[in-house]
């Protein structure tokens, strides 16, 4: 009896358990099998395009970057004529890259009486001196031998003219040679460094990626440009890009304030560029895209960047510096400044928002005003006026009273 007793007590407990067992998993959730599988990725490693232009002199190849070429065989008076032909010392191009690259030479620089060199035709080795030419990573050309030849029809509008400052300039850029994933086409659009005047001003109103090789001057024209303003020096930047690679662009001043602009913008990238002259450094009309404006120092007549017209469009402008009066339109979305700094070296700077805009650890020089008055929509962070830190309390102080409206959040 006893035994029954304990077996339907142990019965009734496994029951028990098994039924606060369930009870309690209803709350909980279960556990999976799980398990990981991972494979190393090869290191990502840029590439570097590296060339260089080499002469040969005292029996050795020598770097030529820098140096004067002397025409071989000249007479001693070192003059021109019709028919004559003289030749530069023997040349060659080392890609030091690890990149394949295609070049051309180009004559760049020339200062004086530029149309004398409308007579002169430049040739290498029988060939046109914008001929295409190609080298491998680490390769090296063939001897390059330049010669300079006065056509016997040069007449008498050339006589007593001069030139200086010539230079061979080398201009490469990627060959479509190293391949990705879908091949070696990728980069067959790779554009070469822009020289002159007309490509710079052809690429970006084209939206196409501008690299400058050269400082370039815009001369003053006597016609209006798509926007109607001018006479200007003016290239239009309908997007894409302008990469400075640290030159500059400039162009004349106009007397009327509404024209003279060096870059008219309709959106797109500035980078890496000093721009100089122009009532407006740079001037924006009606943008069919962002504007953004990096690493570039505006030293205009007036104007560092102004806006009469904007399509909801943002300004974007860091790492730069503004040495004069920055106006924009309330047809703007929003304006941002990071890292820039307004005024220097003594210059007379301003600020002058009608949208939404807000500075983030901008540096404000002597002369710095800020108008304020188009707007209460300005956010000041980590911003300093010659070194001290702007706050609330201080920031009519030390922008005028203007500023009122503007907000420092420095958190």
């Given at each position: 009896m006893?035994n029954?007793?304990a077996?339907?007590?142990?019965l009734?407990?496994s029951a028990l358990?098994?039924?606060?067992?369930?009870?309690?998993?209803?709350?909980?959730?279960?556990?999976w099998?799980?398990?990981?599988?991972?494979?190393?990725?090869?290191?990502?490693?840029?590439?570097?395009l590296?060339?260089?232009?080499?002469m040969?002199?005292?029996?050795?190849?020598?770097?030529a970057e820098?140096?004067?070429?002397?025409?071989?065989?000249?007479?001693d008076?070192?003059?021109w004529?019709?028919?004559?032909?003289?030749i530069?010392?023997?040349?060659?191009?080392v890609?030091?890259g690890?990149?394949?690259?295609?070049?051309?030479?180009?004559i760049?620089?020339?200062?004086?009486?530029?149309?004398?060199?409308?007579?002169?035709?430049?040739?290498i080795g029988?060939?046109?001196?914008?001929?295409?030419?190609?080298?491998?990573?680490?390769?090296v050309?063939?001897?390059?031998?330049?010669?300079?030849?006065?056509?016997?029809?040069?007449?008498n509008?050339?006589?007593?003219l001069?030139?200086?400052?010539?230079?061979?300039?080398?201009?490469?850029?990627?060959d479509?040679?190293?391949?990705?994933?879908?091949?070696?086409?990728y980069?067959?659009?790779?554009?070469?460094?822009?020289?002159?005047?007309d490509?710079?001003?052809?690429?970006?109103?084209?939206g196409?990626?501008?690299?400058?090789?050269?400082?370039?001057?815009?001369p003053?024209?006597?016609?209006?440009?798509?926007?109607?303003?001018?006479?200007?020096?003016?290239?239009?930047?309908?997007?894409?890009?302008?990469?400075g690679?640290?030159?500059?662009?400039?162009?004349?001043?106009?007397?009327n304030?509404?024209?003279g602009?060096?870059?008219?913008?309709k959106?797109?990238?500035?980078?890496?560029?000093?721009?100089?002259?122009?009532?407006?450094?740079?001037f924006?009309?009606?943008?069919?895209?962002?504007?953004?404006?990096?690493?570039?120092v505006?030293n205009?007549g007036?104007?560092?960047?102004?806006c009469?017209?904007g399509?909801?469009k943002?300004?974007?402008?860091?790492?730069?510096?503004?040495?004069?009066?920055?106006?924009?339109a309330?047809?703007?979305?929003?304006?941002?400044?990071?890292?820039?700094?307004?005024g220097?070296?003594?210059?007379?700077a301003?600020?002058?928002?009608?949208?939404?805009?807000?500075?983030?650890?901008?540096?404000?020089?002597?002369?710095?005003?800020?108008?304020?008055?188009?707007?209460?929509?300005?956010?000041?962070?980590?911003?300093?006026?010659n070194g001290?830190?702007?706050?609330?309390?201080?920031?009519?102080?030390?922008?005028?009273?203007?500023?009122?409206?503007?907000?420092?959040?420095n958190?």
């Open positions: 006893s029954k007793n077996t339907k007590h142990a009734l407990s358990a098994m039924f606060l067992s369930v009870v309690m998993l209803m709350g909980t959730t279960f556990a099998f799980t398990d990981t599988a991972s494979s190393a990725v090869n290191r990502i490693q840029a590439g570097n590296d060339i260089a232009l080499e040969y002199k005292d029996g050795a190849w020598k770097s820098g140096e004067t070429l002397e025409f071989i065989d000249m007479d008076n070192d003059l004529e019709p028919g004559c032909t003289y530069l010392p023997d040349l060659r191009v890609n030091n690890n990149l394949a690259l295609k070049y051309k030479l180009v760049t620089g020339i200062l004086g009486d530029a149309e004398l060199n409308e007579a002169i035709e430049w040739t029988g060939l046109a001196l914008d001929t295409e030419y190609h080298l491998a990573a680490g390769e050309s063939d001897v390059l031998t330049i010669s300079g030849h006065m056509k016997e029809t040069a007449g509008e050339y006589q007593g001069s030139i200086d400052g010539i230079s061979i300039t080398v201009i490469a850029t990627q479509t040679v190293e391949s990705d994933s879908y091949g070696p086409d980069d067959q659009a790779a554009p070469y460094p822009v020289l002159h005047v490509e710079l001003k052809a690429s970006a109103a084209a196409g990626y501008v690299s400058l090789g050269a400082s370039i001057t815009i003053k024209e006597d016609t209006k440009n798509d926007n109607g303003y001018g006479p200007s020096g003016v290239s239009q930047l309908n997007g894409g890009i302008i990469d690679n640290g030159y500059e662009i400039s162009a004349p001043w106009a007397a304030y509404t024209w602009a060096t870059i008219y913008s959106g797109g990238t500035i980078r890496n560029a000093t721009i100089t002259g122009g009532f407006r450094g740079i924006i009309a009606a943008p069919t895209q962002d504007i953004i404006i990096d690493n570039v505006i205009p007036a104007y560092t960047i102004s009469d017209s399509s909801n943002n300004l974007i402008v860091t790492n730069s510096v503004l040495n004069g009066w920055t106006s924009y309330d047809t703007l979305a929003s304006a941002s400044f990071t890292n820039c700094k307004f220097s070296n003594g210059s007379y301003y600020l002058r928002p009608y949208c939404k805009t807000i500075l983030v650890n901008c540096e404000f020089e002597d002369g710095f005003e800020m108008d304020a008055t188009r707007t209460s929509d300005i956010t000041l962070v980590n911003c300093t006026y001290t830190l702007i706050t609330q309390s201080n920031l009519t102080s030390l922008l005028g009273d203007d500023a009122a409206n503007a907000t420092v959040n958190n």
